[in-house]
T-cell receptor
Framework: DAGVIQSPRHEVTEMGQEVTLRCKPI?????LFWYRQTMMRGLELLIY????????DSGMPEDRFSAKMPNASFSTLKIQPSEPRDSAVYFC????????????FGPGTRLTVT | DQQVKQNSPSLSVQEGRISILNCDYT??????FLWYKKYPAEGPTFLIS?????DKNEDGRFTVFLNKSAKHLSLHIVPSQPGDSAVYFC???????????FGQGTILTVHP
């Protein structure tokens, strides 16, 4: 298996622009997680899907952020409009099952908003 | 409110010695804990886990200890190797509490 795939790997955009990050989980995994890593706050869970349904989105910072999972093999995280403080590395992770256990992380998308 | 804290932002150890990374948590509903390792420009990778029914779990050079009364866990790496140099994240969750929480991370540097 190719592992969790994220695209793009790097994104540079101007403040006010829409940004869409993409994730393909490992085939057969039914839980998907979006995280954000910053120097100040470390790794934060933004949203968690199970069987394509959002289970916990309490980590989504504000209405500018939205996430979708239209099917088991694809998810998007959208920021509209983007702001410089959104600059961070965004990770997608997936795992099989809803309970606890190991998550498999993608390589991350480094977002820079100027 | 930081429910999982790794109070040491960095740790430097000589090759062959023991590395001890610490993690404290405040939420008594956490009942499983994982350690992840992260190299630059890569996503975190799973290292070792422990559930609250145990106080120790060992996997090769890596051992995790859990002290529930102190709400403290630690990761021991013996012997430390230069390839262990990475950022280590402590991760906590609860089977009856949905919040999954990472610590801030500790940068481990193992010198040859």
């Amino acid at each position: 298996d190719a592992g969790v795939i994220q695209s793009p790997r790097h994104e540079v955009t101007e403040m006010g622009q829409e940004v869409t990050l993409r994730c393909k989980p490992i085939s057969g995994h039914n839980s998907l997680f979006w995280y954000r890593q910053t120097m100040m706050r470390g790794l934060e869970l933004l949203i968690y899907f199970n069987n394509n349904v959002p289970i916990d989105d309490s980590g989504m910072p504000e209405d500018r952020f939205s996430a979708k999972m239209p099917n088991a093999s694809f998810s998007t995280l959208k920021i509209q409009p983007s702001e410089p403080r959104d600059s961070a590395v965004y990770f997608c992770a997936s795992r099989q099952g809803q309970g606890w256990g190991e998550q498999y992380f993608g390589p991350g998308t480094r977002l820079t908003v100027t | 409110d930081q429910q999982v804290k790794q109070n040491s932002p960095s740790l430097s150890v000589q090759e062959g010695r023991i590395s001890i990374l610490n993690c404290d948590y405040t939420n008594s509903m956490f009942d499983y804990f994982l350690w992840y390792k992260k190299y630059p420009a890569e996503g975190p990778t799973f290292l070792i886990s422990i559930s609250s029914i145990k106080d120790k779990n060992e996997d090769g050079r890596f051992t995790v200890f859990l002290n529930k009364s102190a709400k403290h866990l630690s990761l021991h790496i013996v012997p430390s190797q230069p390839g262990d140099s990475a950022v280590y994240f402590c991760y906590a969750g609860g089977t009856s509490y949905g919040k999954l929480t990472f610590g801030q991370g500790t940068i481990l540097t193992v010198h040859p």
